[in-house]
Structure formats: C-alpha cells, structure tokens
C-alpha cells in the first residue's frame, strides 16, 4: 500500500535534509529536536538553495588561537571589531549583481527572500547595494535558511569559518553567497547538539556569536590572510589601501599583487590562513581608577605582538559601545589617553577590552566613572566625544 512506505520515505527525507549545506530544516524536519545545529561546511550546496552559486568560499581558514573560549561554548564579538572579518584585497567573494538579477527572474523566491530578511520585494536591489562581502573568520552560529515549498525553511546552523556570506549595515551576516540563502541572527541554545559532517578542526569552543553594531558600519576593516594586514572596504566594494605598514614582500603577497595588476582578472583568493601568530599574554589597566566625570583616563595595555594592530572598546554602563584603535610597540605595549571631551559621560562602571585584531587575543579592565562632588562640576563638565575622533571621554563617548 503507498501509505505502508510514507514513513521510511519521510524519514530518508529528513535526514538528507538535516545534513545538508546550504538547505534548510523547519522545526518538524529536525532529527534532534530543537537543540540541534547542523553543521554547514564551505562549499557545500544542499537540496534547498535559495539561488545557484553566486560566491567563492576560501578554504583552510584557521579561526585565531586566541579567538577560542577556554570554558567551552560561543564567544560573542562586536560587528564592528576590526579584523572579525576577512577579505583578499580587490577580490570579491559574493556576486550582489547576479543576486538581484536572479530573484528579479524569479518573483516567488524573491517575495520569500525578502520577507525573511524584513524588506519588501521592491526594495531588493537597493538593500543588497547596501551590504558587503566579507569572509567569516570563525565558525559562526547562524540561523540559515533554504527554499522548501515556496516557503523559507529555517535551521539553525554553524557556518564554518572560510564561509562567504554578505553583511548589512550593521555588520550581520544576511546571506550565505554560495547559495544566496538569506541568514538571520541564530537561536541561543543552552545544550545545542552539532549534527551533519563536522570538519576536522570543529571545536564547540570556536564558535562565534556576531552582536550587531549600535551605529551604521560604513567602512568594514577586514583582515587580509595574503598580507596579515587590515584594509578598509565599503559596502560598494571598494577596498582601501593597507594600514599601518605596507603588505608584506611574502610569496604569497607578491603573488596576489601580481595578479592585481593582470588586465583580465581581479587577484585569485589566497589558498590558506596566515602562518599561527605568537602567543600573547595581554594585559590592561586604566588610571585613575575610579576617575571623577571629565577625568583624563590612560590606558595602558602589555604582552601583545610587536607593532600589533589594537583594537578598544569600551561598554559603557548606559549600554552603549564605543571602539577606537591603537598599535602596540616594538615591545608589544600600547598606552592610549582619554582625554575630557564634548559631553558628559553616565557614572557607573566602564568595561574596556584591548583586542589584537589579528589573533583575536585580548585583555580587559574595569574603571569607575563618579560623578563629582556636589557643587563641584569637575574638570571640565564634559567627557563625551564622537567616536571619529583621535580622542574621547573618560573612557568612553557618547555617540
């Protein structure tokens, strides 16, 4: 009877679904419940994809040593960190024109694409202008999803670190490029269980949860894995020059600057991650600790890599974030003033972490802002400054 064989067919189906690359899973398809998290490997293109391939994933890429959290599960790291995401200089990973092209031929997966992501369907083309490729440097927790009957199937899913995928303007990764599946921010899981083929570095204690930036990203600072170096790229795809020093004269640079200037070709995709950096010992202090409202805080920070690019953030106790960036010396120190600026800053606890853009090593310190004495306005009133400038607030800003 056809009925006799529906579940051993429903069955076989579910499990091909669940293993899948770039396909989806909905709630009911899952073969372990609502904890599971299917591992999706790089170059990978399931039963379900959204689009045909429209990017290039970069293989053997090492997530950072010291991007690993030591007691196990995700680490959450800010969409705005330099060096979160990587990039081959002039080289695009994801087609956006292609993209748009396809779901403009295609109106029923582009009404089911576009809701996914929260826009209409007649706002595809300027919203895909908006983002930008980028490279995942870690396996990054996502929710994914494909095409199942007209409809997004949604799975919670690891993207291994290698991934091509767009982000917006707030630095989420919203599509998967290698099949134009739309990704949206993942589920929290307290005892998620990996399934489908893990590849052979997995480890629970590399996976990243990305936060969104407070503010509009405009310029990306992407690591160059050819280079070892940062460079700037804007969401039209233009990629600045290097920064701090210029690239390395490494084989592998000298091959990708000399495929630069080929008249036919942008620069082929490195073919592995930069050689293991040196261990780090970070460590940070703040002084004065506390300091009065419209204090000058110095930051002091040891034990990174020689001329390491640095990045600051600082938590601010009104839940606010702001980041600046700094290079350590050929002794792998850093100092950095915040001086009193344009506007008061909240009391109450600052938390500020130094991070080495590169190895993703960092150390962090806490300071106390009080607010001065009754009837006393303090040293200047003001401690705020925007965070474009060379200069900010005890320690943080107010934008």
């Known amino acids: ?22 396909g989806g899973g909905s709630p009911s398809k899952r073969v372990r419940g609502q904890s599971e998290v299917v591992a999706a490997a790089i170059s990978t293109t399931g039963n379900d994809p959204f689009t045909p391939k429209l990017g290039t994933d970069l293989p053997g890429v090492r997530p950072p040593a010291a991007a690993a959290r030591s007691s196990g599960g995700p680490v959450t790291y800010n969409a705005a960190l330099p060096g979160l995401y990587g990039g081959t200089r002039d080289y695009s ?11 403009a031929q295609n109106p029923a997966k582009a009404q089911v694409w576009a809701s996914t992501l929260g826009i209409q369907t007649t706002q595809i083309r300027s919203y895909v202008s908006s983002l930008t490729d980028v490279i995942l440097r870690t396996d990054t927790r996502v929710t994914n999803h494909g095409y199942v009957d007209g409809v997004a199937d949604p799975i919670q899913s690891v993207l291994q670190a290698g991934t091509a995928v767009l982000v917006d303007q707030y630095g989420r990764p919203v599509v998967k490029c290698y099949c ?14 990996y399934t489908g083929p893990l590849w052979t570095d997995f480890s629970t204690t590399q996976i990243t949860l990305i936060q969104q930036s407070v503010t509009i990203i405009n310029k990306f600072y992407l690591y160059d894995p050819t280079t070892g170096k940062l460079f700037a790229r804007t969401p039209n795809g233009r990629d600045g020059p290097y920064l701090n020093a210029a690239p390395n004269s490494s084989p592998s640079s000298s091959s990708s600057s000399s495929s ?23 460590s940070v202090s703040l002084s004065p600790n ?26 601010r106790p009104d839940g606010g974030t702001d980041n600046f960036s700094t290079t350590a010396d050929s002794d792998g120190n850093a100092t950095y ?34 607010a001065p004495p009754s009837g006393n306005s303090g040293a200047s009133g003001n401690s ?16």
């Open 384 to 399: 705020g400054a925007s965070g474009n400038s060379s200069t900010t607030s005890a320690p943080g800003s107010t934008g």
């Open 93 to 103: 990973t994801c087609n956006k024109a292609e993209l748009v092209d396809y779901l």
């Open 290 to 315: 506390p300091v009065i409202q419209g204090g000058t805080v110095t930051l002091s920070a040891s034990g990174f890599r020689p001329s390491a690019s640095l990045q600051i953030t600082v938590n």
């Open 1 to 22: 009877m056809p009925g006799t064989n529906r579940p051993v067919r429903l069955c076989a189906v579910l499990v091909a679904v669940a293993l899948v690359g770039c």
């Open 260 to 282: 630069s200037s080929s008249s036919s070709t942008t620069p082929a995709p490195p073919t592995s991650a930069s050689p293991s950096a040196p261990s780090e010992n970070p």
């Open 180 to 193: 134009g599946n739309p990704l949206t921010a993942p589920q929290l899981l307290s005892a998620p269980v």
């Open 337 to 370: 003033t915040f001086p009193s600026g344009g506007g008061p800053s909240p009391s109450g606890a600052y938390n500020v972490t130094v991070t080495d853009t590169a190895t993703g090593a960092s150390g962090s310190a806490s300071i106390n802002v009080a």
